[in-house]
Nanobody, 124 residues
């Protein structure tokens, strides 16, 4: 069983930066960040495999960077040049333990474990 706890959300002005963290307990393979804005579906933002292969949704490429510290079993999302449209609840997710070392995905159905979310609000 994997437990995930996000932190680092908050309020920031457009153009600012935030770093989200996701502390995991248990063995993890592929991990990802998702977000859900009010009235919208949850969308995949970034995914990172065990070998550090990454995948990003187009709207955050060049602005967001996913990384992980294997020693701390912690996932990060560095968010720069934030825009009001980045406002959402951000969730950390972990794939099943049998996921391949290079496997990345931005699809919800590929993840079995979810954190409780952390709110990011970007004002213009």
């Amino acid at each position: 069983q994997v437990q995930l706890v996000e932190s680092g959300g908050g309020s920031v002005q457009a153009g600012g930066s935030l770093r989200l963290s996701c502390a995991a307990s248990g063995y993890t393979t592929t991990m990802a960040w998702f977000r859900q804005a009010p009235g919208k579906e949850r969308e995949g933002v970034a995914s990172i495999a065990r070998d550090d292969t990454t995948s990003y949704t187009d709207s955050v490429k060049g602005r967001f960077t996913a990384s992980k510290d294997n020693a701390k079993n912690t996932l990060y999302l560095q968010m720069n040049s934030l825009k009001p449209e980045d406002t959402a609840m951000y969730y950390c997710a972990a794939a099943p333990t049998y996921a391949g070392d290079r496997y990345v995905s931005l699809q919800q159905y590929d993840y079995d474990y979810w954190g409780q979310g952390t709110q990011v609000t970007v004002s213009s």
